[in-house]
C-alpha cells in the first residue's frame, strides 16, 4: 500500500508539473507574420513587457488581458514605438468605456496633448468606439458593445493615423503637429473590457 502511495504521489507531481509547464508557455506568432516583422506584444499568459499606471487591476484569463473597470488606470508596454502597424482584439459589453492609447506617455492627462487615444465606448459617448478622443469623431456607427471579439488595425506613420475596425476604415487622421513616439497602452476607466492577439510591426525609414 505504501508504495501504491508513494507511486501515486509522484505520479500526481509529475502530472502537476508538466501542466504548469505547458500553461506557462507562451503562444507564439505564426512564421508567416514574424518573417514580416510582426512582434507580439502580448505572450497570452503573462504580463511580461507591460506595467500598471493607477489603480486598475489587471489578469491574464483565457488568453487575454483583462480588467473589471472599477478603478481608473493603464497598462502600458515597457517599450515606446515611433511609426507602427498595430493589431488588437477587444471584447467589451456596450456601457463600457475604455481604450487603447498611442504614443502616449505613462500617465495621460490630456488625450490633446500626450497621446492618441483610441476610443471603446458606447455609441452616445461624444468620441464613439472607433474615434480619437479630443481630435476627431468616427462618422462610422459601430455596433461592437456585445460582448464579442472584435479588432482594431492601425497604422501610425508620423501624423497619419487610420484605423480600421473588423477590417473596415472607421478613421483617418492627419495631425499637423504629430506626437512623435510614445508607449502603447489599455485603458480602464468604467465596465469590463479583455483585450487579445496584441501584436505590432515598425514602420521603418527606407
Known sequence: MKRMCRSWMLISALTAIF?????????????????????????????????????????????AIVTKGDKPGWLMTSGEWA?????????APATTNSGVFLRTVLEPTDPTKDCYELNIAPRENPFPTGSLVGRLKTPIP??????AWH??????????????CD???????????????GHIGLQSKQGEVAFRNIRIREIRDE
Open 19 to 63: 501542466e504548469f509547464a505547458n500553461a506557462a508557455e507562451p503562444q507564439r506568432l505564426p512564421q508567416k507574420l514574424l518573417d514580416h516583422g510582426w512582434a507580439e506584444l502580448f505572450d497570452g499568459k503573462t504580463l511580461s513587457g507591460w506595467q500598471p499606471t493607477g489603480d486598475a487591476e489587471w489578469i491574464v484569463a483565457d488568453g
Open 83 to 91: 511609426n507602427f502597424e498595430l493589431h488588437v482584439e477587444f471584447k
Open 142 to 147: 459601430l455596433a461592437v458593445g456585445d460582448g
Open 151 to 164: 479588432t482594431f488595425d492601425v497604422t501610425a506613420d508620423g501624423g497619419n493615423v487610420s484605423i480600421y
Open 167 to 181: 477590417d473596415k476604415l472607421v478613421l483617418g487622421y492627419d495631425d499637423p503637429a504629430p506626437l512623435r513616439r
